[in-house]
């Protein structure tokens, strides 16, 4: 006995049938169309091949994420520290660092664990249940246990279950925006296809994951699980790395440059001792101490903090974010790759213009939400006091099998969007659907006729409405309706309406035409003729549909070329409507690239294009993923938004995917990093600016930590050159180090964004989280910190008196306290000067600088924090010559920055 066609799926593949006669592919898998499979056949294909299920990717445990968190050069770095500080004795140190790690690293995972992983989510959005036709008897199954072979019942509504050769349809249209990106539905049919056919076109095809909008039908299962087109994909996905972000590999490399500083430090304070004639072990430990003081203990927590705290605040910009680094990296996008149905589109067709022989109607609103007005030659006009309009909208409305609802999430439509969209129109107009049984026969709609007729009973007489294809119903129609009266149609009539929709589709239109023929009163029903009826027609009009763009879309994409931020459009949808949406949204795009073209060109070609403001339509899964690749290898930080199966891929491999949260599958939510909750392209703008507005504070606590430290080591060092007695005591530095500069770190994270932000390109990947400017910043501000506390701890050791080395250690801690709270002013901003910004704008700060003065008082005169401590009361005096001279830290800075700020704005 031969074998079933399943052996040959992993071959040729489930899309080798859309070429071939739907009883050949029926013989080929041994089934037959009225009777199915056997039981015991299908269980024994279900036992040979398996159950009709994705593979599930290797999935990570919860014990390597968490030890994901710790696979960080810095985190490592301070383990080290850690293991230092226990050798030197000083537990408390090691403690509290180990402490600081371990909550870093639970910060991180409890964020990371909540995200699905994409394969996961594509197993939860296949069909639970599927009707199946086996041994001449309809029977529901769990989708898992369907097999190839199998003969599948579809109705309107279904989730298709598996790849499917059609064998029956009747009015059968298809949903398949999830796999191909094409916006309408499909309407579906048995006839064989071209072999070199793409996937959007094989209309003998349904495709597991894909919902039926219309219709019902029979498929004969061709693939299932692994071997559909979604398992195709799910392949792919599956196949694409992970990289770290741009921040991952900034603070990695931050990291390595904090690790070849405190070595330096402790080689350059061991060897000077030595020098010196200080015993080697003792300069040696003393070096060891000061590498430790380099790094800043508090930096991955802030930083973690910081991010999490972002992903708060991007929230209330409607973007959740899968991953804490993903906010950050969206901020350094240079190439935004976006879908245009759904991102910057509605999704919800809309009439916007009616062509009528008595002239041009535009119609306001957008959705399926009821409201707008009717405008002819830019006056507003009321529709039912014109009958030419007024009997087009009535045709639309009652040739119609479509809902639309109003529920919780607003105006919802049900059917087919088109037909959707003909109800909000006559809505608009004050007509309403009537839900009655005037309905009395109806000759439905499909890919060949390209029409649709209902016959609707009136008092004296019936009336045939009839939509479809312009080109079709035209050849059908010998009369017009104009001024409201029915004539005879002209040949210059005829050519005015071919110049209509013809204009209307090279704008991006969807056309439909509407007319109508009215019957005697008395004509039996049984004597209507399908083809005569829809023949001596009078043409109405046509109407000019499409998905509009979101309203504030135009604006974000002026804002984002104003950021520098580059858009290209990816959509399986029509290359005339893809242009025409980006006409409207102000891309300068002239050129679309079909998917065919794309496949033809060669990477370097590719490459060439990638330079021009160009579009591509109809296009693959592997088309997304290619161009994102090849994007990335010009150096570009790619984002890439998607909604649908086919787009997950290219969502994985971008720098940063980005999801719709209301139309979007689990599959593409699941291989996201960011996913919309309100589907908008103007979020996405709006998210970049909290992206760049947390890496701008990333490096401002950066800065301010590792200019604190500078501080700090700068004045051991020098001091022990001096021969002095220690400065700063273990538990004092720990207090600045955690305390202090922890909680104020924290706040300078939760600035808000300078001026002028997204109006400055994006960053280069390629520069360091510390450049040039930075490093002379740090050295500055941290040299005249750690100088000024030398010089306040040695003026009061040359003071002398009773107990003069605790008080110059405890004017040496409270001056570098208070130099660092006047220096935390230099980084509220990064290029404008602090009086440009507004200085309450971040409460935060306020209150942490607050927090550390009366932590400071505390420190020195309570008497448990002072033996802690080991600090002594200060006098005013003594307050008054530290705060003299911690002003001029920040009084240089800002004179500096309000000098360069003016030049800046005199030469823009």
Request: negative net charge; proline residues 4%.
């Amino acid at each position: 006995m031969s074998q079933p066609a399943q052996q040959t799926v992993n071959s040729e593949g489930a899309s080798a049938w859309h070429h071939r006669k739907a009883q050949e592919a029926v013989a080929s898998f041994q089934s037959h169309q009225s009777e199915g499979l056997t039981t015991p056949e299908a269980e024994r294909r279900l036992q040979e091949y398996g159950p009709n299920a994705l593979m599930m990717a290797d999935k990570a445990s919860w014990y390597m994420v968490l030890a994901r968190q710790f696979a960080d050069v810095l985190i490592g770095i301070l383990l080290v520290a850690a293991v230092i500080s226990l050798i030197l004795g000083e537990v408390g140190d090691a403690l509290t660092i180990v402490v600081i790690v371990i909550l870093n690293g639970l910060l991180g995972f409890v964020q990371e664990w909540k995200a699905e992983r994409a394969i996961e989510a594509l197993q939860q959005m296949l069909a639970p249940h599927c009707k199946v036709i086996r041994e001449s008897r309809y029977q529901t199954i769990d989708a898992r246990d369907l097999v190839s072979g199998d003969i599948v019942v579809l109705e309107t509504g279904d989730r298709i279950p598996g790849d499917l050769r059609l064998i029956k349809t009747v009015n059968l249209r298809v949903d398949e925006s999830s796999l191909t990106g094409e916006s309408e539905s499909v309407s579906k049919d048995t006839s064989p296809v071209d072999p070199k056919a793409v996937l959007a076109e094989r209309s003998c095809m349904a495709w597991m994951g894909t919902s039926v909008t219309n219709g019902h039908g029979h498929g004969l299962v061709t693939a299932t699980g692994m071997n559909t087109e979604f398992g195709r994909i799910a392949r792919i996905t599956q196949g694409v790395a992970r990289e770290n972000t741009p921040l991952q590999q900034e603070l990695a490399l931050l990291g390595r440059q904090l690790g070849i500083i405190a070595i330096a430090v402790s080689m350059i304070v061991a060897l000077t001792g030595w020098l010196l004639g200080k015993p080697l072990i003792e300069m040696f430990m003393t070096g060891i101490s000061l590498a430790v003081a380099v790094v800043p203990e508090g930096l991955p927590a802030v930083v973690t903090i910081t991010l999490a705290l972002g992903v708060s605040a991007m929230v209330q910009r409607r973007a959740l974010l899968r991953r804490l680094q993903a906010g950050e990296t969206l901020g350094a996008v240079t190439v935004l790759c976006t879908d245009k149905t759904g991102t910057l589109t509605q999704n919800q067709m809309t009439v916007q213009r009616l062509w009528l022989f008595s002239g041009e109607i535009q119609i306001s609103g957008i959705g399926y939400c009821p409201d707008g007005s009717f405008e002819k030659a830019g006056k507003k006009i009321t529709p039912l006091e014109n009958l030419d309009l007024q009997l087009l909208l009535e045709t639309g409305m009652v040739c119609n099998h479509a809902e639309v609802r109003q529920n919780s999430q607003g105006w919802q439509a049900i059917g087919e969007p088109t037909e959707a969209a003909l109800i909000v129109a006559a809505g608009k107009a004050g007509l309403r659907p009537e839900k009655s049984g005037n309905i009395v026969h109806e000759i439905s709609f499909n890919s060949s006729r390209k029409r649709m007729t209902v016959i609707e009973r009136r008092e004296d007489s019936y009336i045939a409405h009839v939509k479809g294809a312009p080109e079709v119903i035209l050849e059908r129609c010998n009369l017009v309706f104009e001024e409201g009266a029915v004539r005879e149609m002209t040949d210059s009539d005829r050519e005015a309406a071919d110049r209509a929709y013809q204009g209307f589709a090279g704008q991006g239109l969807r056309t439909l035409a509407l007319a109508r023929r009215t019957l005697p009163g008395d004509t039996p029903t049984t004597d209507f003729d399908d083809d005569l009826l829809e023949r001596e027609l009078t043409l109405l009009g046509i109407a000019g549909i499409i998905d509009p763009p979101h309203l504030e879309v135009p604006e974000a994409i002026a804002l984002s070329h104003s950021a520098g931020i580059r858009g290209i459009m990816i959509t399986g949808d029509a290359s005339a409507t893809a242009l025409a949406i980006a006409r409207a949204i102000g891309w300068q795009t002239q050129t679309a690239i079909q998917g065919h073209e794309l496949a033809a060109m060669d990477d370097d070609t590719l490459r060439l294009t990638l330079q021009e403001p160009v579009l591509f339509a109809r296009t693959t899964p592997e088309d997304k993923l290619r161009i994102v690749k090849i994007l990335q290898d010009q150096g570009e930080v790619v984002g890439m938004t998607g909604d649908g199966v086919n787009d997950a891929p290219a969502l994985k491999q971008a720098d940063i995917g980005i999801a719709m949260g209301v139309r979007g599958t689990d599959v593409a939510k699941a291989a996201a990093d960011m996913i919309l909750t309100d589907d908008n392209y103007a979020t996405i703008i709006s998210a970049v600016e909290e992206g760049r507005r947390q890496y701008d504070n990333i490096q401002k606590f950066v800065r301010y930590l590792l200019s604190s430290n500078m501080g700090e080591v700068l004045a051991i060092f020098i001091n022990i050159l001096l021969a002095g007695p220690l400065i700063l005591l273990p538990v004092q530095i720990l207090w600045v180090n955690l305390v202090t500069d922890g909680v104020t770190a924290v706040a300078l994270g939760l600035e808000p964004a300078e001026k002028r932000i997204m109006q400055r390109p994006p960053r280069s990947t390629k520069e360091p989280l510390l450049n040039r400017e930075a490093i002379l910043i740090i050295l500055l501000m941290g040299g005249y910190i750690g100088l000024v506390t030398l010089w306040l701890f040695h003026h009061y050791l040359i003071k002398g008196g009773e107990g003069s080395t605790q008080l110059a250690q405890t004017i040496a801690f409270a001056g570098i306290i208070l130099l660092e709270m006047m220096n935390v002013f230099n980084f509220r901003t990064l290029r404008a000067p602090l009086s440009a910004k507004e200085f309450f704008s971040n409460p935060w700060i306020l209150n942490a600088w607050i927090l550390n003065i009366a932590l400071l008082v505390c420190a020195i005169y309570v008497p448990f924090l002072q033996k802690a401590l080991h600090t002594m009361p200060l006098s005013f005096t003594d307050w008054g010559l530290i705060i003299l001279v911690s002003l001029p830290v920040f009084l240089l800075a800002e004179g500096y920055k309000r000098f360069r700020w003016k030049s800046q704005a005199t030469h823009m």
